[in-house]
């Protein structure tokens, strides 16, 4: 928990040092390219200009760019070796922090179309990725088993250290980090997105910079080209529309055109006067959107690949998208040919013979991206929703790739915002700047031009708005930026930008309402009080603060409750804390309100303070809410839960557990009373505990609601030392605190209990024999979900070690309770996995082990899944793995036990061809992802045998066309019952 009075260095500006520093620094940090732009204050005539960037453009040819391509490429043994060869020109790259076995810029976008496998591309649009762990090492994505992984951040964070470190090189006495520095991010990145950006930026070397949204960096590079006739150029009152179309995402922005106003001494006091001069203000953004070039390009790809007589397999597809990049810049640019051809080379034996050529004409191109990413849509079109098509690369794309549908949807929204009545101020977009590498195109442009003017032309046929030009689309971006580090120093002119997005804290479930914490005026440095909701928390205990954010419910102020409106507002990572207070160790509850900052440099700040602390009324301001730091203050700050992204703790929002059922305190207080009877005076038996519960709830043990589940917990935890009284004490302890705790996740503050657990618990238990060593697995598995990766590795361990050397009897309870932890683990290294699953087959073949075989079935379907139950997809088994393992499966006796003839027959046959039934359903289950997809070989043979194991007709369909389990087959997959609910994921 950090305290926000202390300085933070990423937040300190240019004012804290004696002098400025001489160079205006702005970096374009994109899903494509990097561009770095810059201005020397010392020079005569203060311009924009771009730095040449030296890159490696081949394995030993070193050229200086004006952009660097944001591609991250692991070299190859035989690439290591050729470039250890070229000893001079690793020496003329010294400055280079790249290390030697990997390269970033030129040399990686080229290498990566032929190697894949070894490439990072977009890690931009994994940075704003909100259904994975932003943090963790998982790119690139179905990346060669020998590739060091990377987070989003991180490579990031080398995209940025590279330009850092050639500039250094060049400016010695000046470095980078010494000076103002603006890092551009799209309108639309979320919080997480924002601070991760930030964080990079300080891995990278850069602790001290700025952020600039891309749309409004690009207007600010369109005011430097024009600083002579700006002017002459826009009138009070028009509306310009920024269209940024780039590699990734699509970032739409507003800005309307106002009178200037100057505060002049009258007889009354200061008041504000209009002048002649006009004043730009960014009124509104768009949704994000990851929606852009990369999409481009999968589409290019996919109506070649139509022209061939089958689906390509997984790399080779690779290998046709990084082709179809180059046809789609090709075809982009002016002078484009009328067609090009991609050739596709074969793969190992077959490398000539199986080669492919593909025609791409510049006729197929257009078709392909102006009728399905540009449609011509009226002004009342609807985005459609759902999943989008595009799932190889595992980022969540736009569902409708219709680009004007989204324009449409967003000019309706915000047509009418920011309209000043006092002025005639235009409904309809006046001017258009473009920009990002996909509206190089002139026919793109010319499409969304006669979309605006059939929109808002009306009578006026012959209508048009003004295109605002730029000459180069792809370094305005930075260009801008560093303009804009010298509007920061006064010079220049600056846009009047405020937050244009509200944020809400979520504050009840049933209904789901929300107080806005932040409103959209909110200007940097800005802080909010919301005095009209205290709360009283305890100390030392978990809260979870659910949280939602909205471009296009602008009017609401600090304090308002609203209903949750999904249509209208997107959930963001819940803010998960546990407040401490040294003064008052003593006390059990605090009264705090919550407190909201608009950081300088555009980041979000949520605080608990204690009430009473902090401003006065009168400093807060009835008007609008927003509050000046006074006295010093006993506050917390709230961190972003990145990794609760992952979890269906993100259900918080939704409240699928919370919702299932609300607990009264005495129900809970019966509970308590039942297991204090049972630990603490010892006046019941262990083994009616559970019976006893039933009874006093008057609810059976499986109709338990996720809430009196919770609480059952919290009481476990509070008689924990007296689990040690006796083994069957210990026994039906761990068995009610997992069965109470289960799944792990899916309930606010989850990751918290899970983790009170492990601490618990993990090489702790009081009574070593074998039903206690049972109950521990048992429990392990049922919370396995809300385990981090390092705890299921350190459980792995273990587990290799007992079930590999033979150790346990294969009739025991506790090898059965081993393998089907081992198959709950899903976030598991696929190496252990396979070790896993290797392991659990040789077992299958054996006869003397026939009691395992349904747990043995059904942890090698839970590790060998398509769709993990919970896990990361980066962590499945891959096809070529998974192929090997059905195969192995499809002949194994244990997938052939005939039907029980006999009540005599032992090994419960009837269990084992379900539970055979289930596995081999999820290893070929068909997820529409050529990188999970078993091939159609494979699926056949699947359905073949699932009709000999008189499988469910369900379990057909998801293996021939995909699809969901149903809750009852969930359950059978998790190996127990769910909480009401709560369903996998």
Partial sequence: MSSPDQSSPETSSSTDIDSPPRYCVGIDLGTTNCVLAYVDTDAESRRVEVFSVPQWVDLDILESRTTLPSFHYTLTDSEIKAAEAAKSNRQLAHFL????????????????????????????SWLSHEGVDRSSDLLPWHGDGDVTKKSPMAASAAYLAHLRSAWDAVHPEHPMAQQDVVITLPASFDEVARELTVAAAAQAG??????????????????????????????????ILVCDIGGGTTDLTLIRVRPAATRQSGEEGDVEVKSGAVQFHRIAVGKHLILGGDNLDLAIAKDAESRLDSALPARRWQRLVAAARGVKEMMLSPGRPSETTIHLSGEGSSLIGDSISLTVTAEQVDRVLLDGFFPEVPLDASVIGGQSGFQELGLPYAADPAITKHLAEFLRAHRDTGVDDDAVDSRRVDLVLFNG??????????????????????????????TLQSPRLDLAVAQGAAYYALVRRGEGVR??????????????????????????????????????????LRVGVPVSFPLWVSSTRLADRPGDVVDID?????????????????????????KIVIETQLSEIGTIGVYCVAAGDGVSKTETGESDGSAKPSQRKRRWKLDFDIRATLETDRDAHQGGGEASGIVDEETLEAC??????????????????????QSSLELKRDDWPPVLLRGIWESLVRVEPQRRRSPAHESRWLNLLGYSLRPGYGVAVDDWRTSQTWRLLFGKIAHDDPQTRAETLILWRRIAGGLTDGQQAQLASVLKRNLMSGTLRPESAEALEAWRLAGSLERLPIADKLDLTRAALRQLERKNARALYPALLW????????????????????????????????????????AATSSKQTGHPEQIRST??????????????????????DRQRVLRQLEDLDAPAHFLRLVAEGGQFDHEEQEAIFGDSLPLGIELR
């Fill in 97 to 124: 922090v790249d290390p030697l076995n990997e390269r970033v810029g030129e040399h990686a976008r080229v290498a990566g179309s032929s190697h894949p496998g070894r490439l990072i591309a977009s890690a931009k």
């Fill in 495 to 536: 846009i009047a930008a405020n937050l244009a997005r509200t944020y809400f804290m979520q504050i009840s479930q049933s209904p789901p309402r929300a107080v806005c914490m932040i409103p959209a005026d909110a200007q940097a440095g800005q802080t909010y009080r919301i005095d009209s909701l205290p709360m009283e």
């Fill in 916 to 937: 055979a039934a289930l596995a081999l359903t999820q290893l070929s289950r068909r997820c529409h992802d050529r990188f999970r997809d078993l091939d159609d070989s």
């Fill in 672 to 693: 308590e009373r039942e297991i204090e009877s049972v630990f603490v005076r010892g006046d019941e038996k262990p083994a009616k505990l559970v019976k006893r519960l």
């Fill in 566 to 590: 999904a249509s209208e507002m997107t959930a963001l990572p819940p803010i998960h804390t546990a407040l401490r207070d040294r003064n008052r160790k003593a006390q059990t509850t605090l």
């Fill in 437 to 466: 590498g996909v509206l190089r195109s002139g026919a793109i442009q010319d499409r969304l031009v006669d979309c605006l003017a059939k929109w808002f032309g009306g009578e006026d046929s012959h209508w048009r708005p003004e």
């Fill in 206 to 239: 850069l602790p001290r910079i700025q952020l600039i949204e891309e749309p409004q960096a690009a207007f600010y590079a369109w005011l430097d080209r024009h600083t002579d006739d700006w002017t002459d150029r826009v009138r009070v009152g028009q509306l």
């Fill in 859 to 898: 942890a090698i379907g839970r590790m060998a899944t398509r769709i993990p139950a919970y896990g990361p997809i980066n962590l499945v088994i891959g096809t070529r793995d998974a192929s090997n393992i059905l195969q192995k499966l499809l002949t194994c006796p244990a997938v052939h036990t005939p």
